[in-house]
């Protein structure tokens, strides 16, 4: 069920796509290609913003992968996260389910940290899982962060496979504050004391972050020959440029951007490896490719942090900068080329991929995601009409087609001010005013009371999960 606020509007562009598909014929691409069970390769970067990659306009961060990346496939621009850091935003892309639901969201500490109980409820259906019913082999390489004790680690989550981190990079740290503090995060991997695993198992602690990009696409790679002949799944989620930043001596020093564009410039390295590897396999065919990030830059930390580009603020925030992320869609005689500026979120991945593979969504739950097929694959419209910014359990802000109100605005990390609850909700028209910086909330209230339908409708089937974040031991 998933929450079904603009059905006759969605009936009629539906409608009017398949007329104009019949008169037409085909102009789009299709999914032929990608047969009964295509394979599904996730790239989730963390903490990089939407302003951080070439082709999304960064003057000096050289990404020439990922803007080839874009360019035979599809760049979305107004694709979000459910949340604006890291948990919260990892539980609704593997979930479809925005995280107040599954209890992966909370009012008490954002994120999950290497004392915390708990993690993924088992309850929860993950898109590993899903794809297990028909078969899928699923890997999950790099950072976890939905809960560190073995019941709820990746292969407690239906991946057969993890190499990762289990939490943040910048976590069981030992040293000095002051010297973190002084050095914006940066300091040797030494003073991160964080555990490197290999499904159940620590195998090395601390992790050495100067090589992990390099070996996430490695573990990667190998992952794809092993499996190229059944379909797999693949969740890359990178631990980087997360702060602290760490490149191999292959990247260190080399961009103009600093270590920040090394790390980025590692990364995209490896998806050009990672694409290079398809084809030489034979799989780019019938293989979806996405790349997006978990939330906005981290911009407290000055030069260290990313860049949202021209959207405002970054993670922590339900501003633009917080929550909306690159995103490239890539499947050669598949996935039309086009720049896309459909709404799309990370929840939609399991919806999209759960009806390419032929696996049922599950009835028992409210689903929050939509099928982006018909946007993918036909340059048709997204069935997304609306998008919900959460901070922990309160919705914050709500966007319907180009509107966004805020109903609540808050600063994370020292900036962008304390909370303020807005009696009349600040509107922003985000086609005209991407920056949210010209407030219309007093000129439109009628635009208002539509979002306003909106939220309460969502709000009318809304039951929270019992907070998983919270609990420490
Ligand atoms: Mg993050």
Redesign the pocket.
């Given at each position: 069920m998933t929450d079904q606020v603009f059905t006759k509007k969605l009936y009629f562009k539906t409608l009017i796509t398949l007329i104009l598909f019949n008169s037409c014929g085909n102009f789009g691409q299709s999914q032929e290609n990608l047969g009964k069970t295509p394979n599904f390769i996730i790239i989730f970067a963390?903490?990089l913003g939407y302003g951080d990659l070439g082709t999304y306009g960064h003057p000096t961060i050289k990404t020439p992968y990922l803007d080839q990346m874009a360019t035979e496939g599809q760049k979305w621009t107004n694709f979000y996260v459910g949340a604006s850091?890291?948990t919260p935003?990892r539980a609704a892309l593997l979930t479809g389910r925005l995280p107040v639901r599954s209890g992966m969201a909370s009012d008490v500490k954002r994120v999950l940290f290497p004392n915390s109980k708990f993690g993924l409820p088992t309850s929860e259906i993950t898109l590993a899982e899903q794809l297990k019913k028909v078969g899928y082999s699923t890997a999950c390489i790099g950072k976890w962060h939905l809960g560190h004790k073995e019941e709820y680690l990746p292969t407690n989550n239906g991946f057969d496979y993890y190499f990762g981190i289990p939490y943040s990079n910048d976590m069981d740290f030992v040293g000095n504050r002051d010297e973190y503090r002084e050095a914006n995060g940066n300091l040797p991997t030494e003073n991160f004391n964080v555990p490197l695993m290999r499904n159940t198992e620590i195998i090395e602690r601390p992790a050495d972050q100067n090589t992990i990009t390099k070996r996430y696409t490695q573990e990667t790679i190998a992952y794809i020959k092993k499996n190229k002949d059944n379909p797999f799944l693949i969740y890359l989620a990178h631990n980087l440029p997360?702060i602290p930043l760490f490149a191999s001596k292959d990247f260190l020093g080399k961009s103009k951007r600093g270590i920040y564009g090394d790390v980025v410039a590692e990364i995209d390295h490896g998806v050009g490896q990672i694409i290079a590897t398809l084809k030489e396999e034979g799989l780019d065919k019938n293989t979806i490719v996405v790349f997006t990030s978990?939330?906005g830059p981290w911009l407290s930390y000055g030069i260290n942090g990313g860049s949202a580009g021209l959207l405002k603020a970054g993670?922590g925030m339900t501003w633009e900068g917080g929550m909306r992320e690159p995103c490239i869609f890539w499947s050669p005689s598949n996935i039309a080329p086009a720049v896309v500026s459909e709404l799309g979120t990370t929840m939609d991945l399991f919806t999209t991929f759960s009806a390419l593979a032929g696996v049922p969504m599950p009835k028992d739950r409210v689903m929050d995601g939509y099928d982006l097929s018909v946007a993918l694959f036909k340059n048709g419209p997204s069935p997304r009409n609306g998008v919900f910014y959460y901070r922990g359990t309160q919705l914050y802000a709500a966007r319907l087609g180009g509107y966004k109100a805020h109903y609540i605005t808050q600063g994370s990390y020292g900036q962008f001010g304390d909370k303020v609850v807005h009696n009349t909700p600040l509107l922003y028209n985000l086609n005209e005013d991407p920056s949210e910086n010209f407030d219309i909330g007093a000129k439109h209230p009628e635009i208002l009371a539509d979002i306003d339908r909106l939220v309460k409708k969502h709000q009318s089937n809304l039951v929270k999960g019992k907070d998983q974040l919270a609990d420490v031991e």
């Open positions: 963390d903490d850091v890291c935003s997360h978990d939330n993670k």
